[in-house]
């Protein structure tokens, strides 16, 4: 009985750790091209639009000193800076020169930690003891 409220404790305490991993997971640019822009993936999401066709929902934040505006692909030419948060296909995001193409910053899309579930907003009745110290198990 002891037993079962440290594994519903231990899975909480488990939980709440993946939870706050998940909020500090991003992918950054790479520290070579840091001097030319910023990018910073957020989020990204595999997920299927068709069967046997794969894609990301990607969420992620930009910044590129010094330019009004840029080419993304897949979506044209934007603000030098922004968010973003779309389905794609492609396998790696590119931020390039608006005017001459110039790639200024490329960074692979890598698959982001997902948690599926949040703690319960019930109390697990199994947790709770009443004020003698006894559950309703015992």
Do not use: W
């Amino acid at each position: 009985m002891n037993s079962t409220k440290l594994t519903g404790l231990s899975c909480l305490f488990l939980l709440l750790f993946s939870l706050s991993a998940v909020t500090s997971i991003g992918q950054s640019a790479d520290s070579s091209l840091a001097g030319a822009g910023n990018l910073r993936i957020n989020s990204a999401v595999r997920v299927q639009i068709a069967p046997g066709v794969d894609a990301y929902s990607v969420d992620y934040n930009y910044a590129i000193p010094g330019k009004d505006s840029v080419y993304i692909a897949g979506l044209g030419i934007v603000p030098g800076q922004g968010h973003f948060h779309y389905l794609t296909s492609a396998k790696n995001l590119e931020i390039d020169d608006a005017q001459d193409g110039t790639p200024i910053v490329t960074r692979v899309i890598q698959e982001t930690t997902v948690v599926a579930a949040k703690p319960p907003l019930t109390p697990n009745p199994s947790l709770i003891t009443s004020s003698a110290g006894l559950n309703r198990n015992s």
